[in-house]
């Protein structure tokens, strides 16, 4: 188990409460200097909101609670590969780490996945962003979140 599976394992929690609630399966924990800042669900369905995706939220979240636009020495873990508006928010915010479970290319069977050649480390790369990205954290977990939804998924 990686040092990052707890954290996930809250970022998956978090998933799994949204569901819970009808909301798409989406979790993401914010840290500052290895403590929690925030953790948050997608709130798409209830708020009738697109941009209410959970790493977006996280991001208002931890910059109101820290006082700072600047979100430099936080770690962002999300259960799945973030949408390009998400990661737009992340460079924002100048996020250094990105920790993830789930690829987009590992759903891509779903349309909803299917953002071509798209991948968090091609929109840094375009955008000269220098992200540190690991992946893969709790993987098949993070994925069986999406195969298994029972509340349609959407962009």
């Not at 708020?47 to 979240?61: G, K, V």
């Not at 770690?75 to 250094?96: Q, W």
């Amino acid at each position: 188990m990686s040092e990052d599976s707890p954290l996930m394992r809250i970022a998956i929690d978090e998933a799994r409460a949204g569901l819970a609630k009808g909301e798409q399966p989406f979790g993401t924990v914010i840290t500052s200097k290895e403590t929690i800042v925030c953790q948050t669900h997608s709130l798409k369905v209830s708020t009738s909101d697109p941009t209410a995706h959970s790493e977006t939220l996280a991001i208002r979240a931890a910059s109101h609670k820290l006082q700072q636009r600047a979100l430099a020495d936080c770690v962002v873990y999300t259960t799945c590969e973030p949408c390009p508006m998400c990661l737009g928010a992340m460079l924002n915010a100048r996020v250094k780490r990105l920790v993830m479970g789930a690829r987009l290319r590992d759903l891509s069977a779903n349309v909803v996945f299917s953002f071509g050649s798209y991948s968090a480390e091609s929109f840094a790369s375009m955008v000269g962003w220098t992200l540190q990205i690991d992946s893969g954290v709790l993987a098949e977990e993070c994925i069986g979140l999406y195969r298994g939804a029972n509340t349609p998924l959407t962009r």
